[in-house]
């Protein structure tokens, strides 16, 4: 496995540190005041993302938003994340994580991180990357995964599509807000993937996940996609229809066969039926891309399964360990 390559041009605050001396002895101290109970998993992750900016770019990690605020000092930074603990050290960070603009991070990851120290998201540490299904339940319990690598050299190897441990650290704070942000579209899609867990137990994908693009694009679907729940089965139809015209030996641009869209429309039928839709939403469902009052009897419908039913999904899952 290629290794990302990590260099920082240190700049005249940084004096003898390295990226490799903060990735490796920085990260590798702050993992264990974790380990020993002295920070908590927010605290953790506000300072391995602090640690990896300076690593990754010197002095010029961060900018002040407000001239009213100091310059960012790296090395007074990082001996805050040494010393301080508690409401203290959290104050601290969601003072800085607020204030400060991260280079080459988009506002979204710092906004998380403040979330996640002030106890407003539920999000979980793990140092492990967790499989799709074990995210679609989490999901649906209103949870998100944060994975955090903290081994050196793992760190800087890739991590699935990522070019290394920190980009899918950043990756998952970027989805965290994708489901939190807005209060409406997350409870639509705790709704939709508590739909979905409830659906694979019904085996109403069975025959379905055989197929090797289709299982690909479905776990894309469960686990790494957080959008409006139209959108959502707008997708799921989308990679339906392709299933059936790879059934059918066809290209993605050909037409379906009547028999082919029978058999969406049934497995569609289906998933109604599990997830209780009385007829207006079922309707919606079949008739696809649904806006209007189309979308909205599918979301009334999707909130009365949620509230209804009772979660069948659960997983063990860890967040210390591998």
């Not at 074990?134 to 994975?147: I, K």
């Not at 694979?200 to 197929?211: K, M, N, Q, V």
């Not at 289906?270 to 469902?285: H, S, T």
Request: aromatic share 8%; net charge positive; proline share 6%.
């Amino acid at each position: 496995m290629s290794r990302q390559s990590v260099s920082v041009d240190p700049g005249p605050d940084l004096g003898a540190l390295t990226a490799e001396r903060l990735l490796r002895g920085g990260i590798g101290a702050l993992a264990g005041r974790w380990r020993n109970g002295a920070i908590g998993d927010a605290q953790y992750a506000a300072g391995y993302f602090l640690i990896w900016q300076i690593a990754l770019h010197g002095a010029r990690f961060t900018s002040r938003k407000s001239r009213l605020d100091p310059r960012p000092s790296a090395e007074g930074w990082l001996d805050l994340l040494d010393r301080l603990e508690g409401d203290v050290l959290t104050s601290a960070l969601c003072g800085r994580l607020e204030r400060y603009q991260f280079r080459c991070v988009i506002p979204a990851v710092p906004a998380a991180l403040v979330a996640w120290l002030q106890g407003r998201w539920a999000l979980r540490l793990t140092e492990r990357i967790p499989s799709p299904r074990e995210v679609l339940a989490m999901q649906g319990r209103g949870e998100r995964p944060v994975t955090l690598l903290a081994v050196y050299p793992r760190m800087l190897e890739p991590v699935l599509s990522k070019p290394n441990g920190f980009e899918f650290f950043v990756h998952d704070l970027e989805h965290a807000c994708k489901f939190f942000q807005d209060s409406s579209r997350h409870a639509g899609q705790r709704a939709f993937f508590l739909a979905m867990a409830a659906a694979l137990d019904a085996g109403c994908f069975e025959g379905r996940l055989t197929d090797p693009v289709f299982s690909a694009r479905f776990d894309y679907l469960v686990s790494d996609m957080n959008t409006h729940v139209v959108h959502s089965l707008q997708y799921l139809r989308a990679i339906l229809v392709e299933s059936e015209l790879r059934l059918e030996g066809k290209a993605p641009n050909q037409r379906l066969s009547a028999g082919g869209r029978d058999a969406i429309a049934a497995l569609l039928a289906a998933l109604g039926a599990c997830w209780g839709f009385g007829p207006r939403a079922r309707k919606a469902l079949l008739d696809g891309c649904p806006s209007g009052a189309d979308a909205s009897a599918i979301g009334l419908a999707l909130a009365e399964f949620a509230r209804t039913a009772a979660p069948k999904i659960q997983t063990d899952f860890p967040s210390k360990g591998m």
